[in-house]
Nanobody, 120 residues
Framework: QVQLVESGGGLVQAGGSLRLSCAAS????????MSWYRQAPGKQRELVAA???????NYADSVKGRFTISRDNAKNAVYLQMNSLKPEDTAVYYC??????????????WGQGTQVTVSS
């Protein structure tokens, strides 16, 4: 059973920083693209940033220059460094990863989400 567990959310003032972490556990054969999504109240879930196994990253326009995604392949972990936070960054942030379990097929797994609240 593969699980993704996020941590690092919380309450921060505008202009502040937070670092989200997500680690995949279980019988994992290989991990491909890892991503962060977010969903604000009343809005659709949106892609924030994604990173391939080779380290290529892409970002939503709204976070370019402020957020940085990184990963540790040895730990099956992905991180999101969020700087210069704005109130509009307030959302539940979800980690997702494309993973092939041992003896299984590729699938997209989701974490439970972590709340990020930015006060003005």
């Amino acid at each position: 059973q593969v699980q993704l567990v996020e941590s690092g959310g919380g309450l921060v003032q505008a202009g502040g920083s937070l670092r989200l972490s997500c680690a995949a556990s279980g019988s994992i054969f290989s991990t491909n693209t890892m991503s962060w999504y977010r969903q604000a109240p009343g809005k659709q879930r949106e892609l924030v940033a994604a990173i391939t196994s080779g380290g290529r990253a892409n970002y939503a326009d709204s976070v370019k220059g402020r957020f940085t995604i990184s990963r540790d392949n040895a730990k099956n972990a992905v991180y999101l460094q969020m700087n210069s936070l704005k109130p509009e960054d307030t959302a539940v942030y979800y980690c997702t990863a494309v993973i092939a379990p041992q003896g299984g097929i590729w699938n997209n797994y989701w974490g439970q989400g972590t709340q990020v609240t930015v006060s003005s």
